[in-house]
C-alpha cells in the first residue's frame, strides 16, 4: 500500500482563449493527482487527507474511488473546497492562483497510525504550506520516517502561497532528514536555491529532477543519471509532476525498492527503467488536457510503440 498525504481541490481551467473566458471545473490538487495515477497504474493506495463534504468535495472522492484509491483515511468538513484558477500559456505550461481561506483540507488532523501493509508515504504541494494542516502533515512525514516507513517529497512550490520564502526554505531542509525519494521539477530547485548534491546528503537515497521537454534526471550515492523526455504534442503540463512522482514510487514497488537501502543500491540500469517509465507516464499526462494520468494498459500499448 502506498499512501498519498495532502491536499485535494478543484482547478478552475480556462476552456477558451481571452481573460474571462468560461472556467471548467477539473478535479486535482498535487497529492490528488499522484493518488489518482497510483490506482490507475495498479497500485495498491489510499488518500488520507481533509475534503469537503460540498459537491466538489463529493466528486473528487468518487475520482478516487473510481481510479481505485482507499478514501477509508479521507476525512470530511463543511468548508468549502479549495479553488486553484489555472492559465495555461503557450507552450502548455500552467499557471496557479488560489481561494484557500476558510476551505477545508486546511483543517487536516494527523491520523494516529497508517493502513496496515503500508509501504510508502508520499507528501508535497500546497499541503506542506498551508496552516494549521501543514504542521499536522510534516508530523505524519517525521512520524513515518522513524516507523521505517519510506518517504517521498514534492515539494510543488507555489510561491504565491508562500509569505516567508527563507522560512519555508529552512523548514524543506528540516524535512530532508526524514526523506526517502526527493523529487522537484528544475523550476523548484531553482527557487528553492539548493543543488541535488546539498539534498542528497542530507538524507534521501535518490534526487529526482524533472526537465519538463528534456526528461528526468537521478541522483544517487551511486552516481548522477539521466533519460530523454518523451515527445508528445503537450495539451497542458497539469498534473505532469504528480504523475512522475505515482509513476517513480509504482516502479520502485516492482522493483521491491520502497526503502531508503533499496532504492540507494540500484545501479544505473534499474534507474534508467524507472525515469523511462515516469517520463512516459508523464508524457501522456501532457497530451490531454488537465491531471489525466495514464491507466496501465495505455502506458504499455505507448511504451510497445516506441
Not at 531542509?173 to 546528503?201: F, I, M, N, Y
Amino acid at each position: 500500500m502506498i499512501v498519498v498525504a495532502g491536499e485535494a481541490l478543484i482547478d478552475l481551467v480556462q476552456d477558451a482563449a481571452g481573460p474571462l473566458a468560461p472556467l471548467a471545473p477539473r478535479l486535482g490538487g498535487g497529492p490528488y493527482n499522484t493518488a489518482v495515477a497510483l490506482g490507475r497504474l495498479g497500485s495498491p493506495a489510499a488518500f488520507c487527507s481533509r475534503v469537503s463534504s460540498d459537491v466538489f468535495g463529493q466528486a473528487l472522492l468518487d475520482g478516487l474511488r473510481t481510479a481505485g484509491v482507499d478514501v477509508s483515511y479521507v476525512q470530511r468538513g463543511a468548508e468549502p473546497t479549495t479553488l486553484a484558477v489555472a492559465s495555461v500559456g503557450e507552450d502548455g505550461s500552467a499557471g496557479y492562483s488560489f481561494y484557500v481561506e476558510g476551505t477545508a483540507d486546511r483543517l487536516f488532523s494527523a491520523p494516529e497510525s497508517l493502513p496496515v501493509g503500508t509501504r510508502a508515504v508520499s507528501f508535497g504541494t500546497c499541503s506542506l504550506v498551508l496552516e494549521p494542516g501543514a504542521s499536522a502533515y510534516e508530523r505524519l512525514l517525521r512520524a513515518a520516517a522513524e516507523q521505517g516507513v519510506f518517504t517521498a517529497l514534492d515539494p510543488n512550490i507555489r510561491a504565491v502561497l508562500i509569505p516567508d520564502a527563507d522560512a519555508y526554505r529552512a523548514r524543506f531542509r528540516s524535512w530532508l532528514p526524514c526523506t526517502g525519494l526527493l523529487k522537484l521539477s528544475q523550476e523548484d530547485a531553482d527557487w528553492l536555491g539548493g543543488t541535488p548534491k546539498e539534498w542528497l546528503a542530507a538524507g534521501p537515497a535518490a534526487v529526482v529532477v524533472t526537465h519538463g521537454a528534456d526528461g528526468l534526471t537521478v541522483l544517487t550515492r551511486g552516481g548522477e543519471f539521466a533519460v530523454p523526455g518523451e515527445r508528445v504534442e503537450v495539451v497542458d503540463t497539469i498534473g505532469a509532476g504528480d504523475t512522475v512522482n505515482a509513476a517513480l514510487l509504482h516502479r520502485l514497488a516492482a522493483l521491491d525498492a520502497l526503502s531508503v537501502d533499496a532504492a540507494a543500491a540500484l545501479d544505473e540500469t534499474a534507474w534508467r527503467d524507472v525515469l523511462t517509465y515516469a517520463a512516459r507516464a508523464a508524457a501522456l499526462t501532457c497530451s490531454r488536457p488537465g491531471a489525466q494520468p495514464p491507466y496501465a494498459r495505455e502506458l504499455e500499448e505507448y511504451a510497445g510503440r516506441r
